[in-house]
C-alpha cells in the first residue's frame, strides 16, 4: 500500500511544476533552439520484496523506484514550441552501463506534455509543466509481469538483495543548446511507453551497474524523437548485491498458465 502511495504521488507531480532557468530562442515557423538545466535525481528507493513458503519468509529486493526532477518549461513556450514543432512529449531514455563497461538501453519512457480538450466540438490544447516524473526498475523476476510478481517463490532463482546504491554526479560538461525541427527524425532503439502509475523497466537478472538518464523532446502522435538526447547531472550507481537462502523455496516451479490464461496475459499484458 506504501509503494503504490508513492508511486500515485510521483506521478500526480509529474503534472505540476515551476519554470526554471532556460533559454527559449524561437528561430522560424518551424524551428527553436533551447537551453535547458540539466535534469537531476530527486530520490531513489530500494523495494523490498517478502518471499517464502509458509511461515519461512524472506527479504529480498523488487528492485529500485526512482524519482526525477524534469526541467521545467512555461506553458505560453510548450505552446509556442507545439505549434512550430508539433513536440507534445518529453522522451527519457534510460540505459544500463555494466561492471564491464558496456550499456544497454533498457527502455524510453514518455510525458505527454500537451492534453487535448474533453470536449469533442473544441480543439483547445492543454499543456503541462512537468516537474518530477517516477517509476520502477525491477529485477527480471518482479519485471516481467504481475503474475510473476505474486509468486511466493521468484521465478529465475532470484534471490538478491540490493545492500547499497549511490547517486553520482556525471562529468561536468557545460550545458548545451539543443536544436529542434519539425522534420528531424531520430529512430529509437526501442518501442516508448508512456508513464503510468505502474511503469517498470526491466533491470535484468543482475542489477549491478550503473544507471543514467536522458532527456529529449518527441513527438508521440508520430512517434518520432526531435532534436539530441540531453544527459541528466547524476546517475545510479549499485555496486554490489547479496545473495538470500530461501530455504522454503527450494526445488520450487511456477504452475504453468493454461490456454486460456496465456491468452488473457498477452491481450491484457499481465
Known amino acids: 500500500m506504501k509503494m503504490k502511495k508513492l508511486i500515485f504521488t510521483l506521478v500526480f507531480f509529474s503534472f505540476l511544476g515551476c519554470t526554471d ?3 527559449y530562442s524561437p528561430l522560424n515557423s518551424h524551428s527553436f533552439m533551447i537551453e535547458l538545466p540539466k535534469g537531476t535525481i530527486d530520490r531513489v528507493k530500494v523495494i523490498d520484496w517478502k518471499v517464502g513458503r509458509g511461515k519461512y519468509l524472506n527479504k529480498i529486493s523488487k528492485g529500485i523506484l526512482v524519482s526525477l526532477n524534469i526541467p521545467s518549461i512555461s506553458k505560453k513556450d510548450l505552446e509556442d514550441i507545439n505549434k512550430k514543432t508539433e513536440v507534445d512529449s518529453w522522451l527519457i531514455r534510460v540505459s544500463k552501463i555494466s561492471r564491464t563497461g558496456n550499456t544497454t538501453t533498457l527502455g524510453h519512457i514518455t510525458l505527454p506534455l500537451v492534453q487535448k480538450n474533453w470536449r469533442k466540438s473544441s480543439n483547445k490544447k492543454f499543456f503541462r509543466d512537468i516537474k518530477k516524473t517516477g517509476f520502477s526498475i525491477f529485477y527480471s523476476a518482479a519485471a516481467h509481469s504481475s503474475r510473476f510478481e505474486k509468486f511466493s517463490c521468484p521465478a529465475f532463482d532470484h ?6 546504491f549511490s547517486i553520482e554526479k556525471r562529468k561536468t560538461t557545460p550545458t548545451k543548446k539543443v536544436l529542434v ?9 526501442s518501442k516508448s511507453e508512456e508513464i503510468g502509475f505502474f511503469t517498470r523497466l526491466n533491470g535484468g537478472i543482475d542489477m549491478k551497474g550503473s544507471y543514467t538518464f536522458e532527456l529529449a523532446f518527441y513527438n508521440a502522435k508520430r512517434s ?5 538526447f540531453m544527459p541528466f547531472r547524476e546517475f545510479i550507481k549499485i555496486p554490489d548485491e547479496k545473495a538470500v537462502n530461501i530455504k522454503s523455496c527450494a526445488g520450487f516451479k511456477p504452475t504453468p498458465l493454461t490456454e486460456e490464461n496465456k491468452f488473457r496475459q498477452f491481450r491484457f499484458k499481465r
Request: no cysteine; aromatic share 8%; net charge positive.
Open 159 to 164: 534471490n538478491k538483495i540490493i545492500s547499497d
Open 21 to 23: 532557468n532556460y533559454i
Open 181 to 189: 525541427q519539425k522534420g528531424s527524425r531520430y529512430p529509437l532503439t
Open 224 to 228: 518520432r524523437r526531435q532534436g539530441s
